[in-house]
């Protein structure tokens, strides 16, 4: 038996999602949206199925996904990728597994910044390396040059970076960038760059891959995701995208954690990759208008709501609220007791996590939101 599994807790996503069904409660925990997806992507991924799309994919993915990918990144940045830098995943979460295995042995030490979404440290530890983490201060989140640079030691061989971050909501600026950049080039670290969020910036930034940094490109393996992108969460359709010696690592790593991803939803991701990118604006727009209803209601109700610039997730300081319970507790009497599910921060860190935040996602039609608020105006 594996002690890692042995010890291991439900995720919390998993945890609050059976809760909020097993209360009929307002689902704000998990992180999906309830609308907002192209339907012509629905019918292209139809129109695959029935036309035959249904046998095993090559392992690194569609040619016409992985041409796809890497002509949306050169036209939105600039970049001169090819197919093969591309290795199609089952969602980010498989990405994040094969680059996580590609660059980490045994004995190895890999630095996170708290709070971290929840699959990194497992993964971590899964690859036999060990887990440092970098503690991300509220209500800022910055990070800090210095103790990024204090963090890494001897056995360091890597940094998981998270831009834009779940789950703060933060867009990491320039000066950030550079500080991950620079650490990464002066210890000769690989940064696996979990930018799944890309797309989802609310207030007209502009969103900068950490691999667009001067000499990053070779150290570092993006983790990307086609749910996050077109919000079908449940597609599970991601990738990875490194220069080609990394890349063939982390395929190697994924033909044997799925070997391949649904060729029919490939091939829709695709479709809607070569689409063009009209769809984006009018997505952020109504992703940011949610957000401010969800923001307005809560403040309205006395709670203290922190800035979120991307993502589908804010987060509410209870402690500053004046609510009394740790966030494990308000959450359990939230889902219970006032009918809605929110995520507890604390699962996003192992030492000093903070307990009196909890985190939201907005991503819902406006009933939804309604509801949700409502429901937590009744929890305080
Ligand atoms: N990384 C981050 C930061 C995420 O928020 C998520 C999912 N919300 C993932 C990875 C996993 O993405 P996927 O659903 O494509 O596996
Ligand atoms: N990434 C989503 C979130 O942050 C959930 C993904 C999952 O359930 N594993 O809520």
């Known amino acids: ?22 209360h009929n409660a307002v689902n704000l925990g998990q ?54 830098h591309v290795c199609v995943t089952s969602g980010a979460t498989e990405a994040l597994a094969a680059a996580i295995l590609a660059a980490l042995s045994p004995g ?68 950030e960038l550079e500080s991950v950049a620079s650490v990464a080039r002066e210890h000769d670290l690989v940064v696996i760059s979990d930018e799944v969020w890309e797309h989802i910036l609310l ?8 691999a667009s940094l001067p000499d990053m490109a070779d150290r570092v393996i993006k983790c990307g995701s086609a749910g996050k992108i077109f919000s079908l969460t449940g597609w599970k359709i991601g990738w990875t995208v490194a220069a080609p010696e990394m890349a063939t690592l982390a395929a190697r790593a994924h033909q ?42 809560l403040r309205s109700a006395g709670y203290v709501v922190l800035d979120s610039a991307a993502s589908y997730f804010l987060c509410v300081d209870l402690e500053a609220s004046g609510i009394g319970l740790d966030d494990e507790s308000f959450a359990r009497l939230a889902v219970e007791q006032a009918g809605v599910a929110v995520v507890p921060l604390s699962a996003f860190a192992e030492q000093n996590p903070p307990t009196h935040m909890i985190r939201l996602c907005f991503a819902k039609r406006d009933e939804t939101v309604e509801a ?3 429901a937590l105006a009744k929890a305080r």
């Open 256 to 297: 044997f954690l799925t070997f391949a991803s649904a060729p029919n939803l490939q091939a829709a991701v695709a479709f809607g990759l070569n689409d063009g990118d009209a769809w984006i604006a009018p997505m952020r727009e109504r992703f940011a208008r949610a957000r401010d209803r969800m923001t307005e209601g």
């Open 1 to 22: 038996m594996n002690p890692l599994y042995e010890q291991m807790e439900t995720s919390v996503f998993e945890r609050m999602s059976l809760a909020a069904a097993r």
């Open 372 to 374: 949700g608020v409502a």
């Open 31 to 84: 992180g999906f949206p309830d609308f907002g997806w192209p339907d012509e992507i629905l019918e292209a991924a139809a129109k695959a199925v029935t036309e035959g799309s249904n046998q095993y994919a090559p392992s690194r993915g569609l040619p016409v996904l992985r041409e796809a990918v890497a002509a949306h990144y050169n036209r939105h940045h600039g970049l001169d990728l090819k197919a093969e």
């Open 108 to 175: 190895d030490e890999a630095i996170i910044f708290t709070p971290a979404y929840d699959a990194y440290a497992p993964l971590i530890r899964r690859a036999g390396a060990s887990v440092r983490e970098v503690a991300l201060q509220p209500p800022e989140w910055k990070i800090d040059r210095d103790r990024l640079a204090a963090a890494v030691g001897p056995q360091t061989r890597a940094i998981i970076f998270n831009n834009p971050h779940n789950p703060t909501g933060r867009l990491f600026d320039a000066d």
């Open 203 to 210: 207030d007209g930034q502009r969103f900068a891959p950490l």
